[in-house]
C-alpha cells in the first residue's frame, strides 16, 4: 500500500509540536472527544432531515488496555469518509499554519500552545501508531494509519457502525514521561473531570468497583462497571432559576479553595457580538497571595463547554483582577491555528462585554447595598485606585465613580460624586489631606481652620491615594487639593490682606527663623490654616509630605524630599512670645526655630533626625524656664 506523504508545512509543524514544545501532552484528549462531540453534534442535525443518520443514544466510549498499550476512542457520530480523512487528518491546522509555526519556531512562549487547541494531530504526543477507523451513513469504512512521522495508509475496512474509532498506540515509556499512565482508569477518570467534564454527551468508560463478594459476608472484590465519567450540564449552563445560592457557593469554594463565601456571584448570558456565558465571584476576602506574584489572574475559558484554559488573563482587565469565575462562549476556537489569545478580536470583545458587566454590577452594589460595597472597597479598592492611577491615567473615566474616600464631614467613605454635590457654593477645589490613619489625620493642624470653616475633607489613608489624586488631577471639573500644601486654602480677601500685614509687620523676626532653619525649610510665614496650633509644616510644589515618608522607604541612596515650608500661627500665645524674645533677645530665635520646626516634624508623623538634640533643647528651655520663674 502506497503512503502518502503530509503536506511539508504540516510536517514541519507536527515535528515541533511532538518533539519540543509540548509540555502540556495529556490535553490530546480533551482534543479527541471534543472532535468526537462535533461529531455527535453533526449526526445529531443530520439525523433530522435523514433516516439513515438516526440513533438511539450518542456517546462516546473510552477503552483503555494496558495489556497492549493502547488507549481507543470511540463515537458513535457522524463518521468520516475516504475522502473526508485524507482531507481531515492530512493536513495540520488546514488554516494559518504557516503563521503558527513561525510565530512559534524561534519562540520561548511555546508552552501557550498546550492552553489551545492543537486538534487531532495532539494525539502523536502520546502515540507512535495513530489508527482510525471511521463509517459515514452511505460510504463503505475506511482505515487510517499514520505514525505521525512519513505520511500515512488508508484502507477499507470492515466496520458496522456509523461513527468514527481511534486507536492510539502508546509511546515507550522514557525517563520523563510515563505514556503508559494513559491506560490508568483513574488517570483518565481525573483528566475527563478536568478537561471535558461539561462535554454535553455521556464519556463511558469501565471504571473499577468494589463490591460485595456474593456468598461471603464482608469480603470485598473489584469489578468492572460501565460509568459515565462527565457530569454533563455544567453549573452555569444550567437554569437561573433551579440554582441555589449553595449550589454557587459550593462550586466557588470547591474550584478557588475559599471557605469564605464570595461576597457577590454573578452569572449571565449575552447575546450579541460575542456570544457567552459567565459565571463571576467577587472573593469576600483577600486571596493570601493576591499581592505577590504567585498569585494568578484571570477567568477560566471554556468554548461550548469544553476547558480550554485556567486563567485567561486577558479577559479581564489588571483592575479588576480580584474577578475569579470562567467564561464559557460557543464563538471561541478551540484551534490554535486560527489566531493566538491576544489578537484575538473575539476575545477582545468578550474581555470588553465582562469589563462593563463587572462595572455595572459594582454600580448596582454601591447603589443599592452600600454597606457590601464598602467591605468590597476596604478589600479591594486599592486595586481601583492603582487601576487610576497605571497607564498614566487613561481607565480615569471608567473607575473614579468607583472610587471611595473617608470624609470628614460623613464620618464614613463617600463618592467623589457625594462629595461635589455637597460641595460650598465658595468652594472650587476637592480638599484632600494624607496620614497614617484617620484619627491622625483629623488633628493634623493644617485642616484646622477648614474644618472649622465647615469644609468637607477627604481622609487618605492609603499610600496609593495621593498618587491617585494626582494622577487624576480633577472629578468632573474640581481640582484635588491637598490640605498639606503651600498653597492657601480657600481664603477670604480680607484674611489675606490680614496676613501679609502681618507678614510685612514681622518681617525681622520671619526672615532671623527662615534663617536659622534655612538648610530645613523655604520659608517661614504666617499661616491662615491654624486655628489651635502653634504651627504646622506645608509642603511646596511638587513632592508632598507624605510622598516623602514613602519614598523614605524605599531603598536606594538618594532620596527625594519635600520642599518644606514652617506656617506660624499669628493667633496663638507661641507669637507673642517669639515676637517678644526677638525684640529682647533676638539671638534666642534660633533656639525657638528649631523646637517649632520640629514639634512641626512630630505632628506630621515624620522621625526626627536628632531626637537627641530635641530632647536637650526642651531640657535646657525648662531650666531657663524654672530659673526666671526665680526658683
Ligand atoms: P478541528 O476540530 O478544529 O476542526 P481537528 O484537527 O481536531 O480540528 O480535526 C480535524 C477534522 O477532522 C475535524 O474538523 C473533523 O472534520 C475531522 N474529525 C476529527 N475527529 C473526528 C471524529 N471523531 N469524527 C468525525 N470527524 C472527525
Ligand atoms: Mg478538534
Known amino acids: 500500500m502506497a503512503k502518502k506523504q503530509f503536506k511539508t508545512e504540516s510536517k514541519r509543524l507536527l515535528d515541533l509540536m511532538i518533539n519540543s514544545i509540548y509540555t502540556n501532552r495529556e490535553i490530546f484528549l480533551r482534543e479527541l472527544i471534543s472532535n468526537a462531540s462535533d461529531a455527535l453534534d453533526k449526526r445529531h442535525f443530520l439525523s433530522l432531515t435523514d433516516k439513515d443518520y438516526r440513533y438511539d443514544k450518542l456517546e462516546i466510549l473510552l477503552e483503555p488496555d494496558g495489556v497492549n498499550r493502547t488507549l481507543t476512542?470511540?463515537?458513535?457520530?457522524?463518521?468520516?469518509?475516504?475522502?473526508?480523512?485524507?482531507?481531515?487528518?492530512?493536513?495540520?491546522?488546514?488554516?494559518?499554519?504557516?503563521?503558527?509555526?513561525?510565530?512559534?519556531?524561534?519562540?520561548?512562549?511555546?508552552?501557550?500552545?498546550?492552553?489551545?487547541?492543537?486538534?487531532?494531530?495532539?494525539?502523536?504526543?502520546?502515540?507512535?501508531?495513530?489508527?482510525?477507523?471511521?463509517?459515514?451513513?452511505?460510504?463503505?469504512?475506511?482505515?487510517?494509519?499514520?505514525?505521525?512521522?512519513?505520511?500515512?495508509?488508508?484502507?477499507?475496512?470492515?466496520?458496522?457502525?456509523?461513527g468514527t474509532r481511534i486507536t492510539l498506540y502508546l509511546r515507550e515509556?522514557?525517563?520523563?514521561?510515563?505514556?503508559?499512565?494513559?491506560?490508568?482508569?483513574?488517570?483518565?477518570h481525573e483528566l475527563v473531570r478536568k478537561y471535558s467534564d461539561y462535554v454535553r454527551y455521556p464519556i463511558m468508560m469501565e471504571t473499577e468497583k468494589s463490591v460485595p463478594k456474593p456468598d461471603s459476608d464482608g469480603e470485598y472484590e473489584t469489578v468492572l462497571e460501565m460509568t459515565t465519567l462527565n457530569s454533563m450540564v455544567p453549573l452555569w449552563k444550567r437554569n437561573r432559576k433551579d440554582i441555589t445560592e449553595d449550589d454557587y457557593n459550593n462550586f466557588y469554594s470547591s474550584k478557588y479553595y475559599d471557605w469564605e463565601k464570595p461576597l457577590k456571584t454573578v452569572h449571565y448570558s449575552m447575546e450579541g457580538n460575542v456570544s457567552y456565558t459567565a459565571l463571576l465571584y467577587i472573593p469576600s476576602r483577600l486571596p493570601y497571595n493576591f499581592y505577590s506574584k504567585d498569585y494568578e489572574a484571570g477567568l477560566q475559558l471554556y468554548s461550548k463547554g469544553v476547558f480550554i484554559m485556567e486563567h485567561a488573563k486577558d479577559l479581564l482587565?489588571?483592575?479588576?483582577?480580584?474577578?475569579?469565575?470562567?467564561?464559557?462562549?460557543?464563538?471561541?476556537?478551540?484551534?490554535?491555528?486560527?489566531?493566538?489569545?491576544?489578537?484575538?478580536?473575539?476575545?477582545?470583545?468578550?474581555?470588553?462585554?465582562?469589563?462593563?458587566?463587572?462595572?455595572?454590577?459594582?454600580?448596582?452594589?454601591?447603589?443599592?447595598?452600600?454597606?457590601?460595597?464598602?467591605k468590597f472597597y476596604r478589600t479591594f479598592g486599592n486595586s481601583l485606585k492603582y487601576g487610576v492611577y497605571q497607564n498614566y491615567g487613561a481607565n480615569k473615566e471608567e473607575l473614579q465613580d468607583l472610587l471611595m474616600f473617608y470624609s470628614s464631614k460623613e464620618d464614613k467613605y463617600v463618592t467623589l460624586k457625594e462629595y461635589k454635590e455637597r460641595m460650598k457654593p465658595q468652594q472650587n477645589e476637592i480638599y484632600y489631606c494624607t496620614g497614617e490613619s484617620i484619627d491622625k489625620i483629623k488633628k493634623l493642624p493644617q485642616i484646622e481652620t477648614l474644618l472649622d470653616k465647615g469644609f468637607e475633607i477627604l481622609y487618605?489613608?492609603?499610600?496609593?491615594?495621593?498618587?491617585?489624586?494626582?494622577?487624576?488631577?480633577?472629578?468632573?471639573?474640581?481640582?484635588?487639593?491637598?490640605?498639606?500644601?503651600?498653597?492657601?486654602?480657600?481664603?477670604?480677601?480680607?484674611?489675606?490682606?490680614?496676613?501679609?500685614?502681618?507678614?510685612?509687620?514681622?518681617?525681622?523676626?520671619?526672615?532671623?527663623?527662615?534663617?536659622?532653619?534655612?538648610?530645613?525649610?523655604?520659608?517661614?510665614?504666617?499661616?491662615?490654616?491654624?486655628?489651635n496650633n502653634p504651627v504646622c509644616l506645608v509642603a511646596d510644589?511638587?513632592?508632598?509630605?507624605?510622598?516623602?515618608?514613602?519614598?523614605?522607604?524605599?531603598?536606594?541612596?538618594?532620596?527625594?524630599?519635600?520642599?518644606k515650608i514652617l506656617e506660624i500661627n499669628p493667633n496663638h500665645d507661641i507669637f507673642k512670645v517669639l515676637q517678644n524674645v526677638y525684640e529682647k533677645s533676638p539671638d534666642e530665635i534660633d533656639e525657638y526655630a528649631d523646637l517649632l520646626y520640629q514639634q512641626a516634624m512630630l505632628i506630621e508623623g515624620f522621625t526626627l533626625d536628632d531626637p537627641v538634640d530635641f530632647s536637650n533643647r526642651i531640657c535646657r528651655l525648662m531650666k531657663k524656664a524654672n530659673e526666671q520663674a526665680g526658683h
Not at 465 to 492: R, V, W
Not at 542 to 560: D, N, R, V
Open 73 to 162: 476512542i470511540t463515537d458513535n457520530g457522524v463518521g468520516m469518509s475516504r475522502e473526508e480523512m485524507e482531507k481531515n487528518l492530512g493536513t495540520i491546522a488546514h488554516s494559518g499554519s504557516e503563521e503558527f509555526r513561525r510565530k512559534y519556531e524561534d519562540s520561548s512562549t511555546a508552552d501557550i500552545i498546550g492552553q489551545f487547541g492543537v486538534g487531532f494531530y495532539s494525539s502523536f504526543m502520546v502515540a507512535d501508531k495513530v489508527v482510525v477507523e471511521s463509517k459515514t451513513a452511505n460510504q463503505p469504512a475506511s482505515r487510517w494509519v499514520s505514525n505521525g512521522q512519513d505520511g500515512y495508509t488508508i484502507e477499507d475496512c470492515d466496520k458496522e457502525d456509523i
Open 173 to 188: 515509556d522514557n525517563d520523563e514521561v510515563k505514556y503508559s499512565d494513559y491506560t490508568d482508569r483513574y488517570k483518565i
Open 460 to 531: 487618605c489613608i492609603d499610600e496609593i491615594d495621593e498618587f491617585t489624586l494626582m494622577m487624576m488631577h480633577d472629578y468632573d471639573g474640581k481640582q484635588f487639593k491637598s490640605a498639606q500644601k503651600a498653597d492657601a486654602l480657600n481664603e477670604s480677601e480680607e484674611e489675606k490682606k490680614q496676613k501679609e500685614e502681618l507678614q510685612k509687620g514681622n518681617e525681622g523676626l520671619l526672615q532671623k527663623m527662615a534663617s536659622a532653619l534655612s538648610d530645613k525649610v523655604k520659608e517661614v510665614r504666617i499661616s491662615s490654616r491654624l486655628k
Open 541 to 563: 510644589e511638587g513632592i508632598s509630605l507624605e510622598m516623602e515618608k514613602y519614598l523614605s522607604q524605599l531603598p536606594g541612596e538618594q532620596k527625594a524630599k519635600a520642599t
Open 317 to 374: 482587565p489588571d483592575y479588576y483582577s480580584f474577578v475569579r469565575g470562567l467564561v464559557d462562549s460557543d464563538d471561541v476556537s478551540l484551534n490554535i491555528s486560527r489566531e493566538i489569545l491576544q489578537q484575538d478580536s473575539q476575545l477582545q470583545s468578550l474581555r470588553k462585554s465582562i469589563t462593563r458587566k463587572i462595572k455595572s454590577t459594582l454600580v448596582d452594589m454601591m447603589i443599592k447595598e452600600r454597606e457590601q460595597y464598602e
